[in-house]
């Protein structure tokens, strides 16, 4: 294998071992649809962004932040363009609103596998996020937080599709502003890991999707984003270096070929897998993501596949569609965040985008925590992430 490949490999592995670390435990009981049950749901599809219903949140779903807490269903499309559903967590802050209302944060998840019973809004929140999306809340916003179509409501949810992700993070946006809440018009992106990777995308489509609507995108903030994933999967083939990975590099290898292939019934993904690769992908189409690390336990990259990736007539194209990110075109400030000691999306993710942001001449802002992993950049990143948004959400719009 040349040291390219040997390179490629190593990204492989790396990048995929864990796009996010915000999942409930799969072993925790079952999935609270807060009398929402919408994994079955049939009736009319408004336009999309429109509001279809909103429920409280069962408390035990909420965030010790929040005075009130919703769970919604609105239209947006799927990874096919097709009408579709979506269900959303809405958290609203304690005290009184400011005059014009509070502002909006749309939070963007990392991964949580792709069944319906990993759902966000359907499962307790884990201490961090509980900490952080606390945080946004205390600090005078309010907090929409999408599970993605496909999570929870009908299809399968569009792991990892850019374009997709970004229409139920935006489209939870526009929802929540048909409920009867005191919000302003000015809202912010703020994702994480896979869910970084879905909130820079979002920003891109941010101002392109919500033009007229009255609502004001202020900016975004990723930390430990993933990117330019399309390259290292291409890179994916039985000549990977036959060594024992993390369960997590299989698992999210698993999704990312679920995700796919049912995007592009086109494209016949399962030639190019074993029948052991097969198995996990059908396999991830509804197990979350804790139960299908113990699944694939034992199991490394190379077992996965019969022939390489890249042999597939049309999937270079097929994946930069999917997975692809923008690097230039975006109108509103980035803030990109990443630690030194994240060996689950290596900062060289975070700092490639950066620079082709910057080749680009786009407004982005890159800042490095040499002593976080890529949890622990999350809450470590607050002090300069909050004074980004406090900042973007004063200036003078454009």
């Known amino acids: 294998m040349?040291?390219?490949?040997?390179?490629?490999?190593?990204?492989?592995?790396?990048?995929?071992?864990?796009?996010?670390?915000?999942?409930?435990?799969?072993?925790?009981?079952?999935?609270?649809?807060?009398?929402?049950?919408?994994?079955?749901?049939?009736?009319?599809?408004?336009?999309?962004?429109?509001?279809?219903t909103s429920v409280p949140l069962d408390p035990a779903l909420s965030v010790t932040g929040a005075a009130k807490a919703f769970r919604i269903l609105y239209a947006t499309p799927d990874q096919h363009g097709r009408p579709a559903v979506s269900t959303a967590a809405v958290f609203v802050p304690h005290g009184a609103p400011p005059a014009g209302g509070w502002p909006?944060?749309?939070?963007?998840?990392?991964?949580?596998g792709l069944g319906d019973d990993c759902t966000p809004s359907a499962r307790p929140r884990s201490a961090r996020d509980d900490e952080y999306l606390s945080h946004w809340l205390d600090q005078g916003y309010a907090v929409v937080g999408t599970d993605y179509a496909g999570l929870g409501t009908p299809g399968l949810m569009s792991y990892l599709n850019s374009a997709t992700e970004?229409?139920?993070?935006?489209?939870?946006?526009?929802?929540?502003?048909?409920?009867?809440?005191?919000?302003?018009?000015?809202?912010?992106?703020?994702?994480?890991?896979?869910?970084?990777?879905?909130?820079?995308?979002s920003a891109w489509w941010a101002n392109r999707l919500t033009a007229g609507t009255g609502l004001d995108y202020r900016g975004v903030v990723a930390t430990g984003t993933p990117a330019n994933i399309e390259r290292v999967v291409m890179e994916a083939g039985p000549d990977l270096p036959p060594q024992q990975v993390p369960a997590a590099a299989i698992s999210y290898t698993a999704f990312i070929l679920a995700a796919l292939r049912e995007a592009h019934p086109d494209i016949p993904v399962d030639s190019v897998l074993t029948p052991r690769g097969r198995d996990l992908a059908d396999k991830a189409e509804t197990l979350c993501k804790t139960e299908l690390d113990r699944r694939v336990a034992g199991t490394t990259l190379d077992e996965l596949f019969s022939a390489p990736v890249a042999s597939l007539d049309g999937i270079g194209a097929a994946l930069d569609g999917f997975m692809g990110t923008p690097t230039d075109g975006y109108?509103?400030?980035?803030?990109?965040?990443?630690?030194?000691?994240?060996?689950?999306?290596?900062?060289?993710?975070?700092?490639?985008?950066?620079?082709?942001?910057?080749?680009?001449?786009?407004?982005?802002?890159?800042?490095?925590?040499?002593?976080?992993?890529?949890?622990?950049?999350?809450?470590?990143?607050?002090?300069?992430?909050?004074?980004?948004?406090?900042?973007?959400?004063?200036?003078?719009?454009?």
């Open 166 to 201: 970004a229409h139920s993070v935006i489209d939870s946006v526009r929802a929540v502003h048909q409920m009867d809440l005191p919000l302003s018009g000015k809202w912010a992106i703020v994702g994480q890991s896979q869910g970084g990777g879905a909130a820079i995308n």
């Open 2 to 52: 040349s040291a390219a490949r040997r390179l490629a490999a190593a990204s492989l592995s790396a990048v995929l071992t864990a796009l996010a670390l915000a999942a409930p435990a799969a072993a925790e009981p079952g999935p609270q649809w807060s009398g929402l049950d919408a994994r079955s749901y049939s009736g009319v599809i408004p336009a999309e962004g429109d509001l279809i």
């Open 331 to 398: 109108d509103r400030p980035i803030f990109l965040g990443h630690g030194l000691r994240d060996t689950d999306v290596p900062p060289r993710s975070t700092q490639t985008l950066y620079q082709q942001l910057v080749d680009n001449h786009q407004n982005v802002e890159l800042h490095i925590y040499p002593d976080q992993d890529h949890s622990g950049t999350v809450l470590a990143s607050m002090p300069d992430s909050t004074r980004f948004l406090q900042r973007i959400m004063t200036e003078v719009s454009p």
């Open 104 to 112: 909006v944060i749309a939070w963007a998840h990392g991964t949580v």
